[in-house]
C-alpha cells in the first residue's frame, strides 16, 4: 500500500487531455512539501517529468520535456496533465514527495496510461 | 554528458550479502545529494536510502533499516548500498538517482537515474 495514492490506470485517444491525481495526507503534499513526477516507459528507467513546491510553483519541467505535460496541486493532492495526447506517451506514470512522519521519499503506486 | 552507471546486482542467496556502486560522470559529483530506489518485478518505484552531499544526513527506507548502509566516496565520484541479511522480498533492479537542485533549492525528487543493476534474491 502507497503513501501516495494513484489510479491503476487511465486512458484516452490521441488529442485528448487526460489527468492522473496523486492523494496524499497532511504529512506528505498536504504539508507543502516537493512534488515531482516521472514517467516511466516500458524497460527503462525513470525520467523526471514535472518537479514543484510551493515557493517555485507546481508545474516545472526539466530541458525537453514537452509543454504538454503540467502538474498541479490543491490540498493534500496533486494531479498531472498530459494535453494533446501522443502514443509516444504511453507509459507508467509515478508521483513522489517526501512524507515527514515517515522521514521518507514515497512514490505513488504508478498509473499506467494508454493510448487508445 | 550527465551519465550514472550502477554495476554490481547479481543472484544471491536469502541471508546473504551484496554490494552495489554507481558511478557518475559528466557533473560535480560531491555538489549532489543521492539516493538509491528499487523496482521489483511488475511493481512500482520504492525509496531506498538517501545520503546528503556532506554525508551528514543519511535516510532509509523502513523496510531495509538495520540491513542495508549507502556511503559515497566523492573523490572516486561513487555512490554505494551495502545490502546484508537479504530477503527474498528486495529483488528488485536498483537505480541510482541524483537529487534534484534548482536555482540552490534542493528538491525531494530525483533527476538522473542510472540503468539500473538487477538484484535476484533466491535460494
Known amino acids: 500500500q502507497s503513501v501516495l495514492t494513484q489510479p491503476p490506470s487511465v486512458s484516452g485517444a490521441p488529442g485528448q487531455r487526460v489527468t492522473i491525481s496523486c492523494i496524499g495526507n497532511?504529512?506528505?503534499?498536504?504539508?507543502?512539501?516537493?512534488v515531482c513526477w516521472y514517467q516511466q516507459l516500458p524497460g527503462t528507467a525513470p525520467k523526471l517529468l514535472i518537479y514543484?513546491?510551493?515557493?517555485?510553483?507546481?508545474?516545472n519541467r526539466p530541458s525537453g520535456v514537452p509543454d504538454r505535460f503540467s502538474g498541479s496541486k490543491s490540498g493534500t493532492s496533486a494531479s498531472l496533465a498530459i494535453t494533446g495526447l501522443q502514443a509516444e506517451d504511453e507509459a507508467d506514470y509515478y508521483c513522489?514527495?517526501?512524507?515527514?512522519?515517515?522521514?521518507?521519499?514515497?512514490f505513488g503506486g504508478g498509473t499506467k496510461v494508454t493510448v487508445l | 554528458e550527465v551519465q550514472l552507471v550502477e554495476s554490481g546486482g547479481g543472484l544471491v542467496q536469502p541471508g546473504g550479502s551484496l554490494r552495489l556502486s554507481c558511478v557518475f560522470s559528466?557533473?560535480?559529483?560531491?555538489?549532489?545529494?543521492m539516493n538509491w530506489v528499487r523496482q521489483a518485478p511488475g511493481k512500482g518505484l520504492e525509496w531506498v536510502s538517501y545520503?546528503?552531499?556532506?554525508?551528514?544526513?543519511?535516510n532509509y527506507a523502513d523496510s531495509v533499516k538495520g540491513r542495508f548502509t549507502i556511503s559515497r566516496d566523492n573523490a572516486k565520484n561513487s555512490l554505494y548500498l551495502q545490502m546484508n541479511s537479504l530477503r527474498v522480498e528486495d529483488t528488485a533492479v536498483y537505480y541510482c538517482?541524483?537529487?534534484?537542485?534548482?536555482?540552490?533549492?534542493?528538491?525531494?525528487?530525483?533527476?538522473?537515474w542510472g540503468q539500473g543493476t538487477t538484484v535476484t534474491v533466491s535460494s
Open positions: 538517482a541524483r537529487g534534484l537542485i534548482v536555482n540552490n533549492y534542493y528538491y525531494y525528487g530525483m533527476d538522473i
Open positions: 559528466g557533473f560535480t559529483f560531491r555538489s549532489y545529494a
Open positions: 545520503i546528503s552531499s556532506s554525508r551528514s544526513t543519511i
Open positions: 497532511n504529512s506528505n503534499i498536504g504539508a507543502g512539501y516537493d
Open positions: 514543484g513546491n510551493v515557493i517555485y510553483g507546481n508545474s
Open positions: 513522489q514527495s517526501y512524507d515527514s512522519s515517515l522521514s521518507a521519499r514515497v
